[in-house]
């Protein structure tokens, strides 16, 4: 069956980074849009970043853009997310996903079929 296992989170002072990274197997990774969502206590799970095949082919949410990277490495079945100048409310579960997501629907929930269990980042002092 199809797994996604994220790892790389935990605790980090305010301007810190960390890169988070998720490996998916049981399915044609390089089929497959790859997605970063995260959820904070009490809120919605929102979008992060998403990545097609293509490495050019990248898309952020508005509140990471320019400080977040994803990437992904096909031959290793494995997305990143890399994440810069951490902020407070940075702080959330992070997941990864996985999607036949189109244009309209990668930043949506609905545009992805496989999701990992979840990896905390705690931006703090």
């Known amino acids: 069956q199809v797994q996604l296992v994220e790892s790389g989170g935990g605790l980090v002072q305010p301007g810190g980074s960390l890169r988070l990274s998720c490996t998916a197997s049981g399915l044609s990774f390089g089929g497959y849009v790859m997605g970063w969502f995260r959820q904070a206590p009490g809120k919605e799970r929102e979008f992060v970043a998403a990545?097609?095949?293509?490495?050019?082919?990248?898309y952020y949410a508005d509140a990471v853009k320019g400080r977040f990277t994803i990437s992904r490495d096909n031959a290793k079945n494995t997305v990143y997310l890399q994440m810069n100048s951490l902020q407070s409310e940075d702080t959330a579960v992070y997941y990864c996903?996985?999607?036949?997501?189109?244009?309209?629907?990668?930043?949506?929930?609905?545009?992805?079929?496989?999701w990992g269990q979840g990896t905390q980042v705690t931006v703090s002092s």
């Open positions: 990545a097609r095949r293509g490495a050019t082919n990248t």
């Open positions: 996903a996985a999607g036949r997501a189109i244009e309209s629907t990668l930043r949506t929930l609905r545009g992805y079929n496989y």
